[in-house]
């Protein structure tokens, strides 16, 4: 189950985050308790099966492999990750990881944080400060669950993935 995939963040998830809502705009705190890959796992878990498009600066194992498993078990029905130029030379054997599930991946300039997740009943945005990488650290954000702002996200972010370069 997806349920499994959140690990030990689910309760201050469902704490945190709560139900989601078609039409909402959810600002959000995390305070140190989880991470963005974890609030995406959440995330899957309330939309069922998705299509999943995230930019980041930084990506950690934690991560990748939180993707593999929702690949695995089709929570998530595919990948796309604009990344900085950074994660190649720091993260390569990441970014073959993620590749091996099926993940598409390109590099630019770029430090946005965005997670856009995607079916025939959802269209949701999350903008905010955490990398895909675990973190301890304050982070912030805003979950957004309307169409109009799902597509003006994944236009732009189209724009600058069909730009960039790829990684390896």
Do not use: C
Request: avoid cysteine; proline fraction near 4%.
């Amino acid at each position: 189950m997806i349920e499994d995939l959140i690990y030990f963040s689910k309760k201050d998830l469902t704490r945190d985050i709560g139900d989601i809502k078609p039409g909402m705009i959810k600002p959000w705190f995390s305070i140190g308790r989880w991470s963005a890959h974890e609030l995406l796992i959440y995330l899957l878990s309330i939309t069922g099966p998705a299509h999943v498009f995230l930019s980041t600066f930084s990506i950690g194992e934690a991560s990748v492999r939180a993707f593999y498993q929702a690949h695995e078990n089709n929570h998530m029905l595919s990948l796309k990750i604009l990344i900085d130029y950074t994660a190649k030379k720091h993260r390569p054997e990441l970014l073959n990881f993620a590749e091996n599930i099926g993940a598409s991946f390109k590099i630019s300039n770029n430090h946005s944080k965005i997670i856009l997740i995607e079916n025939a009943d959802w269209n949701i945005t999350v903008v905010g400060s955490g990398n895909m990488t675990p973190n301890p650290r304050y982070e912030a954000g805003v979950i957004f669950t309307q169409a109009k702002t799902y597509l003006e996200y994944h236009t732009a972010l189209t724009e600058v993935f069909n730009e960039g370069n790829i990684w390896n």
